[in-house]
């Protein structure tokens, strides 16, 4: 045998392992997209001795375009059926259009029409990956659901509870009651890791979720799945929203009413007032929903370049500024807080924090001074950050550890 298969065997032979921690022969629903991650996290299952199940999601798709999204289209629920196939496991198709056009779409459309840019993967993966899913495998007597993400899901130590009353079946008052407690760890891959996207799981999903890619690298996945003989390598990766099949702003068009405005330079604007508004104004703007901050591109205007730095949903207005620098701030205002170990810590506390996918993780500090609203935080940064945006996720982390995170509400 050659070295590099001795590699691979011993690769194969951990990562079941790692899977293999959990009791054998319980049943697992895996949701294959029929791509490399997901095939691979389904083989390592298999290889684990669980009884695995396949399942294939089919999401909304654009009536306008009456054309599937490449995430689940007919050739991607092919290749999710051939995997399926040559590992010996059952394969279903579950159609979830209405809920996910309901609750993901409708949610998409209504913060672009209040001008925020939201992130639908992070309500995604909470409302359908790991919620309508889960139901589902839990309905059928399926003990966990397992994805192909890049993230690692941990078990900590019992956690005291003490009860004061006293229960049937109960030694007495104050018998100590014990808990798991699941945390989620960036993943190896730090170039793939996905738990920006994950920061509104519950402590109740996380006890029924699996992720057997959580130590390994993408190259080691390409490998596993070249040693199994799965039939999706060379597949491209999309990085774009899922349900879009053109631009964002070619889907705003058909389903938001917009109104064209005024475009006016940050010099010349005050939130309370407009300057002499008739003379400074400098251009026409398509509509806000449009136009993101930080945006370069698109704004059409001679003399620049100029960048998108606010939104005036109240008066329609979009005001840019030539400066870069404008478009770094410290603070910002979120909303929707949610901690994944179930419990808000003790503010202010010290964190890592980003404020978007890509970003590297910067220094902050999170407070609860100078906010009434009690599910809300104060982020200050470090360092100012640059095109803050209203509607995406800031996302805390302590070292490799996922705390939690929030929408951003005000900057």
Known sequence: ????????????????????????????????????????????????????????????????????????????????????????????????????????????????????????????????????????????????????????KQETRFRPVFRSKTAEGDQGPGLQVKNKIYKLLRAKDKEKDQSYFLWQLSQKQLKKILFPLENLTKKEVISLARKFKLPVLNIPESQEICFIQTTVNDFLKRYLKQKPGPIVEQAHYRASKIIDAKRKIIGQHQGLAFYTIGQRRGIRLPGGPYFVLDKDLKRNFLVVTKNERDLYKKELVAGNVHWISGKKPKLPLRVKSKVRY??????????????????????????????????????????????????????
């Open 358 to 411: 890509r970003q590297e993780m910067m220094p902050a500090i999170i407070k609860d001074q100078r906010i009434k609203n009690k599910k809300q935080v104060l982020v200050e940064f470090k360092k100012p950050q640059r095109a803050i945006t209203l509607g995406q996720s800031v996302v805390f982390y302590r070292e490799k550890e996922l705390l939690g995170g929030g929408i951003i509400k005000k900057i």
């Open 1 to 152: 045998m050659s070295p590099r298969h001795r590699a691979l065997n011993a690769l194969s032979a951990r990562s079941a392992g790692q899977a293999g921690r959990f009791k054998k022969k319980k049943k697992v629903l895996v949701a294959m997209s029929g791509g490399v991650d997901s095939s691979v996290a389904t083989a390592i299952l298999k290889k684990a001795g669980f009884e695995v199940v396949g399942v294939f999601m089919r999401f909304w798709r654009d009536p306008v375009l009456q054309r599937w999204n490449r995430c689940c289209s007919p050739e991607a629920e092919k290749r999710a059926r051939r995997v399926a196939l040559l590992l010996g496991i059952p394969f279903y198709v579950l159609d979830f259009g209405k809920e996910f056009k309901k609750r993901i779409v409708n949610y998409f459309l209504k913060e672009h029409k209040k001008n925020f840019t939201p992130n639908p993967c992070v309500v995604c993966n909470k409302e359908i990956k790991f919620g309508l899913l889960l139901e589902k495998a839990l309905d059928i007597g399926a003990d966990y659901v397992a994805t192909g993400h890049y993230v690692k």
